[in-house]
């Protein structure tokens, strides 16, 4: 079946402008989770949905980053006033029951 | 905390050569152990995955990882290596249930003729 997809698969934008990221997670999928990998921090996570639990924003940067999950299934990850140090390759996940999280290609986002 | 050490940066290794890549987790319990492969551009993809039962777990693409609960250790394996092996492997541990993972920093891997 079909995997996770991610959109778009690159983004270039200036400093000061917000960002959508998009993500749709396998079908059936009940828990998504996005993270950020960059240079010199590697894999970190930003956000995570459970079902119809409030979601874990633990790992969200600042404020300026939000996501949400519409009707359980798409996500989008929103950045706002985007600085440079946001450049990153962001990647979403999806699990269903059996715990393995499954990843998407991932956004490159570019702050110029 | 939960974390993870992959302590090598970059590995060489010739074709046909047998690999290990090592990992080394700090927790509490016994978590989920997975590893993950990572070409240039792309996402990750799941190598193997451990949860409980037989230490010795078998992957995709002729991987395989052994859990050592004495050393915290969950090195990924490989006899012979092929040139299409060349890619960022990554080393994650949650903990049991859909939990956000924690990455090592990757190990990544050249291969040479």
């Known amino acids: 079946g079909a995997g996770v997809s991610q959109s778009p698969s690159n983004k270039v934008t200036e400093k000061g402008k917000d960002v959508e990221l998009r993500c749709d997670p396998i079908?059936?999928?009940?828990?998504l989770y996005w993270y950020r990998q960059s240079l010199g921090q590697g894999l970190e996570f930003l956000i995570y949905?459970?079902?119809?639990?409030?979601?874990?924003k633990s790992g969200l940067p600042s404020d300026r980053f939000s996501a949400e999950r519409t009707g359980g299934s798409v996500s989008t990850l929103t950045i706002q006033r985007t600085q440079q140090e946001d450049s990153a390759v962001y990647l979403c996940?999806?699990?269903?029951?059996?715990?393995?999280?499954?990843f998407g290609p991932g956004t490159r986002l570019t702050v110029l | 905390a939960q974390s993870v050490t992959q302590p090598d940066i970059h590995i060489t290794v010739s074709e046909g050569a047998s690999l290990e890549l090592r990992c080394n987790y700090s927790?509490?319990?016994?978590?989920?152990l997975f590893w993950y492969v990572q070409s240039p551009g792309q996402g990750l993809q799941l190598l193997l995955k451990?949860?409980?039962?037989?230490?010795l777990v078998q992957g995709i693409k002729g991987f395989e990882a052994e859990f050592k609960r004495s050393q915290s250790s969950f090195n990924l394996r490989k006899p012979s290596v092929h040139w299409s092996d060349a890619a960022e492997y990554f080393c994650?541990?949650?903990?049991?249930?859909?939990?956000?993972?924690?990455f090592g920093k990757g190990t990544r891997l050249s291969v040479i003729a």
């Open positions: 927790y509490g319990a016994t978590p989920y």
């Open positions: 079908s059936g999928h009940t828990a």
């Open positions: 451990y949860f409980s039962g037989d230490t």
């Open positions: 994650a541990v949650g903990l049991p249930g859909n939990t956000p993972l924690v």
């Open positions: 949905f459970q079902g119809n639990s409030a979601p874990d």
């Open positions: 996940a999806s699990t269903g029951e059996g715990g393995t999280q499954y």
